[in-house]
């Protein structure tokens, strides 16, 4: 008997309905790997990520939160600290115009930190560095010719497989990002740092309503719904004298 022919995309039916990929558990895998390679093969921001040629579905985490708060402005200056793999690099040098694509805009300067080496991007300067190193604010300033604009952080540490561990120590990066922040940062800047939720931020929280006039919780679509990830967006910096109040 001859088979029907598949149905066109868009069309009503079975045919309509996108597709899962499952995977087999190979030997030597652990159950965990294979739920993760089978998530990223169902990850729709995983293809997209592929097909507009960004190097990791977080760009369009980014590229949301900027959409929802816009902080990433023609002409501006941008340091994206742990920038690897390089996914937010290339949404802030288009977005500030560091890569130079509209000639009718200011251009703008985007410079990326990180402990390992990481391909160059079109637009972006990267550093090796470690930016908790004394003197690593003034190194940034003097590269930059300048004080930052924004300042990016997606850093998460290696997960232990602790919750409570785990959310310390991304509160711990977020703290430290935040005190880079308030050395490199304009006044009117922003920062935007990545947390876990729950309830050790508090501190974090209040210093960072002292210092900026605004802070907010943003949680792009991009993020996994499962996941406990979430970003603190400050704006409205208002200036490393408002430390010592």
Do not use: C
């Given at each position: 008997m001859a088979r029907k022919p598949p149905a066109k995309p868009g069309a009503s039916g079975r045919g309509a309905r996108a597709l899962s990929?499952?995977?087999?558990?190979?030997?030597?895998?652990?159950?965990?790997?294979?739920?993760?390679?089978?998530?990223?093969?169902?990850?729709?921001?995983?293809?997209?990520?592929?097909?507009?040629g960004y190097r990791s579905r977080a760009a369009f985490k980014l590229a949301e939160i900027d959409?929802?708060?816009?902080?990433?402005?023609?002409?501006g200056r941008v340091v994206d600290l742990g920038c690897a793999p390089g996914g937010w690099l290339q949404v802030a040098?288009?977005?500030?115009?560091?890569?130079?694509?509209?000639?009718?805009?200011?251009?703008?300067?985007?410079?990326?930190?990180d402990l390992q080496e990481v391909d160059p991007?079109?637009?972006?300067?990267?550093?090796?560095?470690?930016?908790?190193?004394e003197g690593a604010d003034a190194a940034v300033k003097e590269l930059l010719g300048g004080q930052a604009d924004?300042?990016?952080?997606?850093?998460?540490?290696?997960?232990?497989?602790h919750p409570a561990t785990d959310h310390l120590r991304i509160v711990a990066l977020c703290e430290a990002a935040a005190e880079f922040a308030r050395d490199v940062l304009a006044p009117g800047g922003a920062l935007v740092a990545k947390v876990l939720r729950g309830g050790a931020e508090g501190?974090?929280?209040?210093?960072?309503?002292?210092?900026?006039?605004?802070?907010?919780?943003?949680?792009?679509?991009?993020?996994?719904?499962?996941?406990a990830e979430t970003y603190l967006v400050a704006t409205g910096f208002r200036g490393s004298g408002s430390t010592e109040a």
């Open positions: 990929v499952r995977v087999k558990t190979a030997r030597g895998r652990k159950l965990s790997s294979t739920r993760w390679l089978e998530r990223q093969l169902n990850d729709p921001y995983v293809a997209r990520a592929r097909a507009e959409d929802k708060v816009a902080f990433l402005h023609s002409g040098a288009r977005r500030v115009n560091a890569d130079g694509a509209d000639a009718g805009r200011p251009r703008g300067r985007v410079l990326g930190i991007v079109p637009g972006a300067e990267v550093h090796q560095l470690d930016f908790l190193e924004v300042v990016l952080s997606d850093m998460a540490a290696a997960a232990s497989g501190s974090l929280l209040a210093e960072l309503k002292r210092d900026f006039a605004k802070v907010r919780h943003v949680k792009p679509a991009a993020s996994r719904a499962d996941s």
